[in-house]
């Protein structure tokens, strides 16, 4: 196995590549791949195994006999423990067993007797995606890769899915292009010799929730630890988010145990309300060899800022848009500071808190714990006790469950516990979208109820996994976005160790209405001092949201101008532009524009598509 390059190409925290077999007419399509800049992995035989963009300090290789294997992202294991492991493989299903040990967040690449194996993360924050160009199976991290060597333009209907709020399970995970597969992150892709038979090959499922939360709290706390220490083992200096809320903080406590120096980041809010700065101040307080950088509230980005200057090249549309400038802003200033990597608290709520789902399943099975239960959530979340019956009586499929909302896609939201409770937010569709749009939305949506599968057949977990993949499609943007302003960005608590810790714990004792995170509470005790364990909320930021409604009604205005959705038949643009005209109406405080807005600026940021035939398309990597 041999590795060749014409450049280093990027730093750290934007790895992406593509995956051929041992064929010679594979090596005629992965020419069409190869770009100055690229880096290339190869088989035995000289011919290109991978070929993209990584750094240095995040892939590492073995092989042994027959057996080559490679890790491409964090991963403290070593050449040598890889080595060990590639000389124990007898058969691809083998590697179930290493991808559910390892800690940190990596795609592992496996190549045995001819045979391909590739896979991301569970979580879903790294994924892979596969397509037959010439004929020949090639894998890739990027679904825009692919559609790129095939020459397609996105797909109509597929953008109309995504003018969905939300866009529900499966069609969430769709490329944007046919002809284009997504392997759902529990499985693998398998390609078989001939280089183009390929299958997916399930490595991961979640665990059982019978962990008692104090036989679970430990488990978290070794979870979270050593994807801190995967990050920090190195020393130099890290950043980190250091927000006042419990998920930030508590990386922040972790991060200074290890043997890097910590730089630590705080925006304070703009609301008078918000506590966020005492809460980082009075944990600064506690971590006396941390410099603790408070920024200007009043400089921070809005929400909406920058929209029409993306640029970057995203392979789906994205809400994550929405706040690129207020994720990316304070990343400069950590860089001038030394920091090589900024390690935020995101996937906190995602995983530390879980559903109310869950005590659908809880009432028939533990009827008096669910009961007491539940009267605590209705009094905290003020859900009337007609509205939480119906909900919890409620027992359609998930199938069923998605083709009833296809038929009502214009309805009002329903009620906080009927969605608290069910398999999750029905998806809705607004004023602006054409009946054309609606027409295809509802199409696919029968489509997929038909045969469609929930995550888990418990609701609760289907919806905690739900909220897992559905969050790191977004930050899995933004970490490609972090990587190329110049400071990558990481997020521990989205590493598969940590939520299989979490989703191992009982749920009521996860979400309960009688305290705020005790999961993470108690994991963190011993490391996190007492008073700042002690907060029981959360900032909203909906000042910022509101406000830049307002500051960037031009913006706006000039997005749906030349609308690239309009043009499709997809929008209404004349409505977009009137609402344009009025930031204050109250609908649009909450968020009723956010994925048509990701949708226009996906579209705006697409690069021309070179159609099969004459010079192949130059594949994004």
């Not at 009267?375 to 069923?400: E, H, K, M, N, V």
């Not at 029981?536 to 960037?552: F, I």
């Amino acid at each position: 196995m041999t590795e060749s390059h014409e450049s280093a190409g990027p730093g750290p925290g934007d790895a992406n590549f593509a995956v051929f077999p041992d064929r010679e007419d594979a090596a005629a399509v992965a020419r069409c791949f190869a770009r100055p800049g690229l880096r290339t992995l190869s088989h035995p035989s000289g011919r290109p195994w991978l070929v993209g963009h990584w750094h240095d300090d995040e892939i590492v290789t073995a092989r042994a006999g027959s057996t080559a294997l490679t890790l491409i992202g964090c991963c403290p294991l070593d050449a040598s423990g890889l080595q060990r492991h590639a000389a124990k493989v007898q058969d691809l299903t083998q590697l179930d067993a290493l991808a559910r040990a390892l800690p940190g967040s990596f795609h592992l690449a496996a190549a045995l007797d001819g045979r391909l194996r590739v896979q991301g993360t569970a979580s879903g924050l790294r994924l892979v995606f596969h397509a037959h160009i010439d004929g020949v199976a090639v894998a890739a991290t990027r679904a825009d890769v692919l559609a790129a060597g095939l020459g397609r333009e996105p797909d109509e209907e597929r953008l109309a899915v995504r003018l969905l709020w939300p866009v529900p399970h499966p069609l969430g995970e769709e490329p944007m292009w046919r002809g284009v597969t997504a392997v759902p992150p529990q499985d693998a892709l398998i390609v078989a010799a001939d280089g183009r038979t390929v299958r997916h090959s399930r490595w991961w499922s979640p665990p059982e929730p019978v962990r008692t939360l104090a036989d679970g709290a430990p488990q978290v706390r070794e979870a979270l630890t050593e994807a801190v220490d995967a990050r920090t083992r190195k020393g130099g200096v890290v950043s980190c988010d250091l927000s006042g809320g419990l998920d930030s903080t508590s990386i922040c406590f972790l991060a200074d145990r290890s043997p890097a120096r910590v730089v630590a980041s705080t925006w304070p809010g703009r609301d008078p309300a918000d506590t966020d700065l005492q809460w980082a101040e009075q944990a600064a307080g506690f971590l006396p060899d941390v410099e603790h950088v408070v920024w200007d509230a009043d400089a921070s980005p809005l929400v909406y800022d920058d929209l029409l200057s993306i640029d970057d090249l995203l392979d789906e549309p994205t809400i994550g848009v929405m706040d690129r400038s207020r994720v990316l802003h304070h990343l400069p200033g950590m860089a001038e500071r030394g920091s090589r990597l900024h390690l935020t608290g995101i996937g906190g709520d995602h995983v530390a808190w879980c559903s109310e789902a869950y005590y659908h399943r809880l009432l028939r099975t533990r009827p008096l714990t669910a009961v007491r239960q539940l009267r605590g959530f209705r009094a905290l979340w003020q859900w009337p006790l007609s509205g939480t019956i119906r909900a919890l009586a409620d027992s359609r499929p998930y199938g069923t469950w998605l083709a009833d909302a296809a038929g009502r896609l214009r309805d009002p939201q329903p009620a906080t516990v009927s969605t608290s409770l069910a398999w999750g937010m029905p998806p809705r569709l607004f004023d602006w979208v054409t009946p054309d749009a609606e027409r295809a939305a509802r199409r696919a949506l029968r489509e997929a109820a038909r045969g469609v599968s929930p995550h888990h057949p418990d609701r609760g977990l289907h919806s905690d996994l739900e909220q897992i993949r559905s969050g790191t499609r977004i930050i899995r943007q933004w970490d490609r976005m972090a990587a190329r302003a110049g400071v990558p960005m990481a997020s521990p608590f989205l590493d598969d160790r940590v939520i299989e810790a979490c989703l191992a714990v009982r749920p009521h004792e996860r979400v309960t209405p009688w305290a705020y995170k005790p999961l993470l509470t108690a994991a963190m005790h011993g490391i996190v001092p007492e008073p700042c364990l002690r907060r029981t909320n959360k900032a909203a930021a909906s000042m910022d949201a509101a406000d830049g409604l307002r500051a960037h009604r031009a913006d706006l205005m000039a997005l749906w101008e030349d609308s690239r959705l309009e043009r499709l038949g997809l929008v209404d643009g004349d409505a977009l532009r009137r609402l344009a005209q009025r930031p204050s109406t109250p609908g649009l405080r909450d968020a009723i524009l956010y994925s048509t807005i990701a949708c226009e600026v996906w579209l705006r940021g697409l690069p021309p598509v070179k159609k099969s035939g004459a010079e192949p398309a130059a594949p994004p990597l």
